[in-house]
């Protein structure tokens, strides 16, 4: 007779914690992190539900500027970027953010610098990237 498989949770599985730091689009204002962390708790599938978290997945602010993942189950990082990437969609704020990965377990927006602003300083870049007309004029980098 073959014994039953254990869980995750009786082989004493630890919990993975995964930062996302929105620090620099915080402080320019165009980044709301408590919209952020409830689209989190919403969008986050739990056994194939999404919004049903209970205690297998935390999801907390750290600060102002972060919001700290504790899942207790198998999580992917790739599945927080994804829906990172997907609140920046659906924010319009897509073009002008990005998600890097700074080490294992964290994520960071930054600005892009976009090759636009100097053919449009009217344009919002200008207000996302912090620039003045003068300085989006000679802005060529584009990532």
């Known amino acids: 007779m073959v014994a039953a498989p254990k869980s995750a949770s009786a082989h004493g599985a630890k919990a993975q914690k995964f930062t996302i730091d929105f620090s620099k689009p915080a402080n320019d204002k165009i980044f709301d992190g408590a ?12 056994d194939g539900r999404t919004g049903q978290l209970g205690e297998k997945i935390k999801i907390a602010r750290e600060g102002e500027t972060k919001i700290v993942i504790t899942a207790n189950i198998a999580f992917s990082k790739r599945y927080l970027k994804m829906l990172t990437k997907k609140y920046l969609k659906k924010n319009s704020l897509r073009e002008w953010l990005r998600v890097v990965a700074t080490n294992k377990n964290t994520y960071t927006l930054n600005r892009r610098a976009l090759s636009v602003c100097s053919q449009r300083p009217d344009l919002l870049c200008n207000k996302v990237l912090g620039l003045h007309a003068s300085k989006a004029k000679s802005s060529k980098s584009c990532m």
């Open 35 to 46: 919209a952020f962390e409830k689209f989190l708790h919403d969008r986050i599938k739990v």
